[in-house]
């Protein structure tokens, strides 16, 4: 728990903020937002941002998340985040903290890429079909269109990075070389739809998570805008 919090801490408070900023600001002077491909790209930038700062957290709650599964012999012990990432940097290095830095970056691209920009997107027909307005229906509408898309386009990836993160070293030689070696191998050995294997499950958290989280950051904003920037 104390690993995914920080996790959230840093790499969304991160990508949501970068992403809202550069939408408002590549957003024309009447307010219209920018056309789907710019959303996309700054949903990528938001999300290699955040993923990289988030990443030691994310290795953090990989590990801890895994410890169980391991053979008493093979377990870290790890009592809390902080506990993971002093030992981790004083046992194995401070490169340590950003390993899979590269494959975590690759998946906020395509995961910010599909959810921000499609929640805007989706936000923005709806509001333009006249059936809704801009309130919690709305919101909850756009966001679990996203979650769907987003499962869907991240979960390969993902599973990239959940290898290359939790592998082991055996004698001497990493499991996997790269995160293409992972694609590679995972779809010769365990069939290309593998890929995708527990996408509802994947999407009953994604789902959730995403009706929250903008649910939320529209709140926010909402609240930000009238409090403050009309102050």
Not at 10 to 34: C, F, K, N, Q
Not at 40 to 55: K, L
Not at 147 to 166: E, H, W
Not at 186 to 194: A, C, D, H, Y
């Amino acid at each position: 728990l104390s690993a995914g919090l920080l996790r959230q801490a840093t790499y969304t408070t991160t990508r949501l903020g970068i992403y809202s900023v550069l939408l408002e600001r590549l957003g024309s002077p009447d307010g219209t937002p920018p056309p789907f491909l710019a959303k996309a790209a700054i949903g990528m930038t938001a999300g290699a941002a955040g993923a990289f700062v988030g990443t030691p957290a994310e290795v953090a709650l990989i590990r801890m998340t895994a410890d169980g599964r391991l053979p008493p012999a093979e377990r870290r012990g790890y009592r809390n985040v902080f506990d993971a990432l002093v030992r981790m940097a004083r046992e194995e290095g401070v490169s340590t903290l950003w390993r899979g830095c590269i494959p975590t970056m690759a998946r906020a691209v395509v995961v910010n890429a599909a959810q921000l920009a499609s929640y805007s997107q989706s936000k923005q027909f709806l509001l333009d079909s006249g059936y809704f307005q801009d309130d919690i229906g709305c919101h909850f509408s756009a966001s679990m269109i996203s979650g769907l898309v987003t499962t869907a386009a991240s979960m390969p990836v993902d599973i990239v990075k959940t290898r290359i993160q939790n592998m082991k070293t055996v004698d001497g030689k990493p499991e996997y070389r790269n995160g293409m070696d992972v694609l590679v191998k995972v779809v010769r050995l365990e069939g290309f739809f593998s890929l995708w294997k527990g996408f509802t499950p994947y999407y009953a958290r994604l789902g959730p998570h995403t009706v929250l989280t903008f649910i939320f950051l529209e709140q926010m904003n909402k609240w930000y805008r009238r409090f403050f920037l009309s102050a």
